[in-house]
């Protein structure tokens, strides 16, 4: 990649850089609004942002307010949801090739971290695959939802 200089402090990088595209992904979500408005008002034209977006609805509308003014595009990181395999399982649902959804399962990495460090990395992209999108059509809204956690392991 050829990094010619790195930078402490997110500001000066965008004053000094004037990036196009901007990835804004601490894991604390309590800095995710000043970096995006920071990214928005500086110019860049894309923003991929880790999730959580942002803390709260007004903060969702706000940024969204801000980026549509700037014609900027945001992306929340939620890969899965487009994930090229969903409308083929779609279809194959739609015209009862495999039968009815009668549950879906999904699994975390089950690693040192587990229980709710599990849910909060993963948990969110687990549940966006089992809910209706554009790319994934499930023929109807789940009639319920339950969560289990292994237990921590002993290290």
Request: hydrophobic share 40%; with cysteine.
């Given at each position: 990649?050829?990094?010619?200089?790195?930078?402490a402090?997110?500001?000066?990088m965008?004053?000094e850089?004037?990036?196009d595209?901007?990835?804004?992904?601490?894991r604390?979500?309590?800095?995710h609004?000043?970096m995006?408005m920071?990214?928005?008002?500086?110019?860049?034209?894309?923003?991929?942002?880790e999730?959580?977006?942002?803390?709260?609805p007004?903060e969702a509308?706000?940024?969204?307010?801000a980026?549509?003014?700037?014609?900027?595009?945001?992306a929340?990181?939620?890969?899965?949801?487009?994930?090229?395999?969903?409308?083929?399982?779609?279809?194959?649902?739609?015209?009862?090739?495999?039968g009815?959804?009668?549950?879906?399962?999904?699994?975390?990495?089950?690693?040192?971290?587990?229980?709710?460090?599990?849910?909060?990395?993963?948990g969110?992209?687990?549940?966006?695959?089992?809910?209706?999108?554009?790319?994934?059509?499930?023929?109807?809204?789940?009639?319920s939802c339950?969560?289990?956690?292994?237990?921590?392991?002993?290290m």
């Open positions: 990649m050829k990094v010619e200089k790195g930078f402090d997110y500001r000066k965008l004053a850089m004037n990036p595209v901007v990835a804004v992904s601490p604390h979500v309590d800095e609004r000043d995006i920071a990214a928005i008002d500086a110019g860049a034209r894309g923003i991929y942002v999730k959580p977006f942002c803390r709260t007004a509308d706000e940024l969204i307010a980026a549509d003014r700037r014609k900027v595009k945001i929340v990181a939620h890969r899965n949801r487009y994930f090229p395999t969903l409308p083929v399982v779609a279809k194959l649902i739609e015209e009862d090739a495999i009815r959804v009668l549950e879906i399962r999904a699994r975390g990495k089950e690693d040192q971290r587990g229980g709710s460090q599990d849910l909060w990395v993963l969110s992209h687990m549940l966006n695959v089992a809910t209706p999108s554009p790319a994934n059509r499930w023929p109807a809204p789940a009639s339950r969560m289990a956690t292994p237990r921590r392991r002993p």
